[in-house]
């Protein structure tokens, strides 16, 4: 068998996605540190390098080898088995305010649309994944235009189908899913292993943002987790203001350096390895105590805005009155459905929000075909706005 130097395995990419089995990895719960149950020693590599392993994890080597574990960056988790049930968990994470506002919220989501609400796990036909799949992309595509931001998930959507469709078939991932009538209109898509759900990626559609989707879609993902009995819920790595109102537990990736010990060699490279890897994380937490990190994230998003950046039109709210059928005489009604008026979709269910107001209820009509003046009217109040 062909000895390789350093073998470095993604944790993520091989455990959860793949769920192969690796020669250097006993279990991914007992105790960390070295495996003297079995001193047969395979000498597949001098060194391996298990990279983005939570810490919690604590990973044991096979075969008589070691493990040098080394903290690289910060992930966040809920720790399910320290709350009773899910609503002892919302009292002791959310104010009554907050509790309310995630009611609110949902009432007039359900109210304004026709809304429902599906976790897709398990064998379904393979268009429907397919079609959840283009509907995400196509959410987070928007979603990140709107920020002015680079997504980096989006150039590998192929490989993200052809791996989650089979572990969601096989119960071992799902969809979390909002409807209108028949549209996606939020997904988050989450990962089980073991007795932890681990939430992989998320995205609303922009035009429904004033309803808290995101909020809405994380209540569901935790009360199911809590109702399946899981212990943990890992929101895995990226810092979002969401996470940490979410959370209750924050722990490290790591880097394991796997090594054979009765290897010299082996060693000395696992040891000199271990020295670089920390040296390279003590300058990185260095560079962020002076915001160093900071600037670099400006600089790049200055650069994608520099090549892509698009004029954008703003919503200036001229009126809000009762409604007065003489003030329609003269207008151009219009749909919502028609692609050249996409743009409003945002700020008119802003205004069902608002007014409590029901999508059917609605009527939306433009001025001379001159301006950019627009008029929506609900069950009960009338709204102009003007696009500038």
């Not at 003297?36 to 939570?54: E, G, M, Q, R, Y």
């Not at 394991?256 to 390895?273: D, F, Q, R, V």
């Not at 990190?293 to 001229?318: A, G, N, S, T």
Request: proline content about 4%; glycine content about 2%.
């Amino acid at each position: 068998m062909q000895t390789r130097l350093v073998i470095p395995i993604d944790f993520i990419r091989e455990f959860l996605e793949k769920r192969t089995d690796s020669p250097y990895v006993e279990t991914l719960e007992p105790e960390s540190g070295c495996n003297k149950k079995n001193t047969t020693s395979t000498h597949l590599a001098s060194c391996v390098i298990l990279f983005d392993v939570p810490e919690y994890l604590n990973i044991q080597p096979k075969k008589a080898w070691c493990a040098i574990p080394i903290n690289t960056f910060k992930g966040s988790l809920l720790h399910l088995k320290n709350y009773k049930n899910f609503e002892d968990y919302l009292k002791a994470s959310f104010s009554s305010k907050k509790r309310a506002q995630f009611k609110m919220a949902e009432r007039r989501l359900y109210q304004a649309f026709p809304i429902t609400y599906k976790r897709m796990f398990g064998p379904a036909p393979i268009e429907t994944y397919h079609n959840l799949f283009d509907a995400f992309y196509t959410m987070l595509e928007a979603r990140f235009l709107e920020k002015d931001m680079k997504n980096d998930e989006l150039p590998h959507w192929e490989h993200y189908k052809q791996v989650m469709i089979p572990l969601i078939e096989k119960k071992q991932a799902f969809f979390s899913v909002f409807y209108d009538g028949l549209t996606p209109i939020s997904i988050s898509l989450n990962v089980i292993k073991d007795q932890v759900i681990y939430g992989y990626m998320k995205c609303y559609d922009i035009d429904y943002a004033k309803f808290s989707l995101g909020f809405l879609d994380l209540l569901k993902v935790t009360q199911w987790a809590f109702e399946a009995q899981f212990e943990r819920f890992d929101f895995l790595k990226g810092h979002y203001d969401y996470k940490t109102k979410w959370v209750d537990t924050s722990y490290y990736f790591q880097k394991l350096i796997i090594y054979n010990p009765e290897s010299i060699w082996a060693t000395l490279l696992a040891k000199a390895m271990a020295f670089k890897i920390h040296s390279f994380y003590g300058l990185i937490k260095i560079l962020k105590s002076v915001k160093v990190d900071v600037f670099i994230k400006k600089v790049l998003q200055w650069h994608y805005l520099y090549y892509h950046k698009k004029p954008k039109q703003h919503v200036v709210l001229i009126e809000n009155t009762h409604i007065k059928e003489e003030q329609i005489q003269g207008l151009t009604p219009i749909s919502l459905n028609n692609p050249s008026y996409k743009f409003l979709r945002k700020a008119v269910f802003e205004f069902l929000y608002h007014q409590q107001d029901q999508i059917d209820s609605l009527r939306v009509f433009k001025k001379e075909a001159t301006t950019q003046t627009y008029v929506i009217i609900g069950s009960k109040t009338m709204q102009t706005l003007s696009y500038v």
